[in-house]
T-cell receptor, first 111, second 118 residues
């Protein structure tokens, strides 16, 4: 079945440093979604990428979808303590409307 | 955005008892809801897809007789953990997909239920 791999598993950064998490799929994806889960919270939808090579920005967050639609990245510029949490990528699952989540990257920001 | 609620937010029970978790879509109708399980520091593992008015679709390795899912209405799905044991202790999260609207296909998650089985 489809696998969605995400690296790194953990990332500790000093506040103000940049952060990037990478997502790779074993198969071509029709779309990819990103979610953020704060400590003790639940996943919250951030964005969906659909087009090959697509780049979308949300303030300090930049999302990219690879040309082959098999990889994606999330880059945060000048991290803040509010960015703390686990970031998950998710691709379409085997069933209708299902999602297959990557293992997530847990971001810690040192003030 | 769409709001999904879950009840209870946490529950502690004795081994052998059954626990029911409710998942409600508050401001939209959800013909399809999903139940996930999340162990500490791990990713979301899809347990089953809950379909309104029909049987749930379980993922491989998930015991349907142990994790009973009922989706009786367009706004409510329930997960019952039957004869719970300590290994069932976990964070259970439901989600729903919104149809129409922006049509992005994103899932809206409930706040989760932390189950601890003693």
């Amino acid at each position: 079945g489809q696998q969605v791999m995400q690296i790194p598993q953990y990332q500790h950064v000093q506040e103000g440093e940049d952060f990037t998490t990478y997502c790779n799929s074993s198969t071509t994806l029709s779309n990819i979604q990103w979610y953020k889960q704060r400590p003790g919270g639940h996943p919250v939808f951030l964005i969906q990428l659909v087009k090959s090579g697509e780049v979308k920005k949300q303030k300090r967050l930049t999302f990219q979808f690879g040309e082959a639609k098999k990889n994606s990245s999330l880059h945060i510029t000048a991290t803040q303590t509010t960015d703390v949490g686990t970031y998950f990528c998710a691709g379409p699952g085997a069933g209708s409307y299902q999602l297959t989540f990557g293992k997530g990257t847990k971001l810690s920001v040192i003030p | 955005g769409a709001v999904v609620s879950q009840h209870p937010s946490w529950v502690i029970c004795k081994s052998g008892t059954s626990v029911k978790i409710e998942c409600r879509s508050l401001d939209f109708q959800a013909t399809t809801m999903f139940w996930y399980r999340q162990f500490p520091k791990q990713s979301l593992m899809l347990m089953a897809t809950s379909n309104e008015g029909s049987k749930a679709t379980y993922e491989q390795g998930v015991e349907k007789d142990k994790f009973l899912i009922n989706h009786a209405s367009l706004t409510l799905s329930t997960l019952t953990v039957t004869s719970a044991h300590p290994e069932d202790s976990s964070f259970y999260i439901c989600s729903a997909r919104v149809f129409g609207g922006r049509g992005l296909g994103e899932q809206f998650f409930g706040p989760g239920t932390r189950l601890t089985v003693l």
